[in-house]
C-alpha cells in the first residue's frame, strides 16, 4: 500500500487540524524540537521500563559491550 492510500492516523489528522496554516521557518524548527523531545521521553521511558523489569544496570551494557560475541 502506498503511502498516498494509506488512512491517516490519529495524530496525523489532528496535527493536520492544528496546524493548518504556515509557520515562519524558525517556528516550525521549534515545532520540530518538541516533537523530538516528545517522542524521546517516550522512548526513555519505555527503555527504563524494559531495563527496570529484566533487572539490567549499567554494569549490564558494560558486560555487553565487552562481550565479544555481541
Do not use: H
Amino acid at each position: 500500500m502506498s503511502v498516498a492510500t494509506q488512512k491517516l492516523t490519529n495524530v496525523q489528522v489532528e496535527l493536520l487540524n492544528t496546524f493548518a496554516y504556515e509557520l515562519p521557518e524558525d517556528e516550525l524548527k521549534d515545532l520540530k524540537k518538541v516533537l523530538v523531545g516528545f517522542f524521546a521521553k517516550r522512548i526513555r521511558q519505555q527503555t527504563n521500563q524494559i531495563w527496570e523489569e529484566k533487572g539490567y544496570t549499567p554494569e549490564t551494557m558494560k558486560d555487553w559491550l565487552n562481550d565479544e560475541n555481541q
